[in-house]
């Protein structure tokens, strides 16, 4: 089946502890991107991947980083989470940047 | 940096009615998505337009690139149809960042 997946699913966190959430997709694409969503904000796009090895800013990238070594992986990391960072995480591939996007199920983070 | 608009932001309709939902943006881009977004969070892709029009069940799709704009119809609405509907568009000249709409919360009526 084709999908995209996430883990955790849930994370509660402290201040300042490194973490990392992973994002695979079974479908070859070659597009991958990270969203978080905020009540009165909306989605909002942290970084984007068109390629392994090839990474871009969204709009709010700072305090994330993110890696493509493998096509089907684009984990997303927080080196010190701050509790801002509480949020729903979403990943999304898709074949290409302007193509449909599949999403996976979110992440709800919560940094304490 | 674009500027997504969707209207209305809130919409309560009676089961059996023609809905519209609107998008605009500022800015010209290379592909506009629809996406409906349920509660308990799932997101799933309606349509991505990049001209014209598209039709899948009782969902339509059009986009006016030259207006910056781009509607979303429900035909025959159902209660199943609540959710959020949400228009991101992705932007053109080379990159593939998207910038979404704050989304319209339809609610349907039986």
């Known amino acids: 089946e084709a999908q995209v997946t996430q883990n955790p699913r849930y994370l509660i966190t402290v201040t300042g502890k490194k973490l990392t959430v992973t994002c695979s997709q079974n479908?070859?694409?070659?597009?991958m991107s990270w969203y978080r969503q905020d009540p009165g904000l909306g989605l909002r796009q942290i970084y984007y991947?068109?390629?392994?090895?090839?990474?871009d800013k969204g709009d709010v990238p700072e305090g994330y980083k993110v890696s493509r070594k493998e096509k089907r992986n684009f984990p997303l990391i927080l080196e010190s989470p701050s509790p801002n960072q509480t949020s729903l995480y979403f990943c999304?591939?898709?074949?290409?940047?302007?193509?449909?996007?599949?999403f996976g199920q979110g992440t709800r983070l919560t940094v304490v | 940096k674009n500027e997504v608009e969707q209207s209305p932001q809130n919409l309560t309709a009676q089961e059996g009615e023609f809905i519209t939902i609107n998008c605009s943006y500022s800015?010209?881009?290379?592909?506009l998505h629809w996406l409906q977004q349920h509660p308990g969070g799932g997101i799933v892709s309606l349509f991505m337009?990049?001209?014209g029009k598209k039709k899948h069940g009782r969902l339509i799709a059009t986009i006016n690139i030259q207006e910056k704009h781009s509607s979303l119809h429900i035909t025959a609405s159902h209660p199943r149809d609540s959710a959020v509907y949400i228009c991101?568009?992705?932007?053109?000249?080379?990159?593939?960042?998207?910038?979404f709409g704050k989304g319209t919360k339809l609610s349907v009526i039986p």
């Open positions: 999304a591939s898709s074949l290409v940047g302007y193509t449909e996007a599949f």
């Open positions: 479908m070859n694409h070659e597009y």
């Open positions: 991947s068109m390629n392994v090895e090839v990474t």
């Open positions: 800015v010209g881009i290379s592909a």
């Open positions: 337009l990049s001209s």
């Open positions: 991101a568009v992705v932007a053109g000249a080379g990159s593939y960042q998207l910038t």
